[in-house]
């Protein structure tokens, strides 16, 4: 089965300094998402994207914080300046337009753990 | 209260027994889904039901929406000790693809 796929698993980085988090989304999907979840609590909305273009942010995706889609494949979330609070696991995710119900169920990678120390 | 609210937060119950968890959320929605998480990994989609939809069942899952009273909630029938997971819904507001999770509930099923 197709799948999502996230690199690096696991992220240490210095506060004040800019780590970019990548995603490869399946390959037919057109909708991309981010969502992070700390200390395996509330899955949090950060940001959803739509024929390169941002669709929908939440308060959380603050100028710090910026997506892109580089290439066909790749899908990034980049932050610009850490703090301690983005410690986090980011999720992305992707899915089809909604065109019946198959389309619109979130398929979500395997997550980056992002610790700032 | 937060869009996609679950309770209880936790539930320990042995196998063989059913476990119920309940959602609710604040806007008007075009669907409901439930999602299942093992501990630390990515999410899992259970279950989607529309807004015009009252009751669905796939294998062992049985999801009840209410739009009247803004809920929704998910039956584990049978439950075995591999269902222990936490379980989120997410909500779809209209017209947006803005999909919000809730809180989740901690199940264990305990052998």
């Known amino acids: 089965e197709p799948e999502v796929t996230q690199t690096p698993s696991h992220q240490v980085t210095q506060m004040g300094q800019e780590v970019i988090l990548r995603c490869v989304p399946i390959s037919n999907h057109l909708y991309f998402y981010w969502y992070r979840q700390i200390l395996g609590q509330k899955v949090e909305f950060l940001v959803s994207f739509y024929n390169n273009e941002i669709s929908e942010k939440s308060e959380i995706f603050d100028d710090q914080f910026s997506v892109e889609r580089p290439d066909g494949s790749n899908f990034t979330l980049k932050i610009r300046s850490t703090k301690l609070e983005d410690s986090a696991m980011y999720f992305c995710?992707?899915?089809?337009?909604?065109?019946?119900?198959?389309?619109?169920?979130?398929?979500f990678g395997s997550g980056t753990q992002l610790s700032v120390l | 209260s937060q869009q996609g609210e679950e309770d209880p937060q936790a539930l320990s119950i042995q196998e063989g027994e059913n476990a119920t968890m309940n959602c609710s959320y604040k806007t008007s929605i075009n669907n409901l889904q439930w999602y299942r998480q093992n501990s630390g990994r990515g999410l899992v989609h259970l279950i989607l039901?529309?807004?015009?939809?009252r009751e669905k069942h796939s294998g062992r899952l049985r999801v009840t929406l209410d739009t009247s009273k803004k809920s929704s909630s998910l039956l584990i029938t049978a439950s075995r000790a591999a269902d222990t997971a936490s379980y989120f819904c997410?909500?779809?507001?209209?017209?947006?693809?803005?999909?919000?999770f809730g809180t989740g509930t901690r199940l264990k099923v305990l052998a």
């Open positions: 997410a909500t779809e507001a209209s017209g947006t693809y803005k999909y919000i």
């Open positions: 039901i529309r807004s015009n939809e």
């Open positions: 995710a992707s899915n089809l337009p909604p065109s019946g119900e198959e389309n619109e169920k979130l398929f």
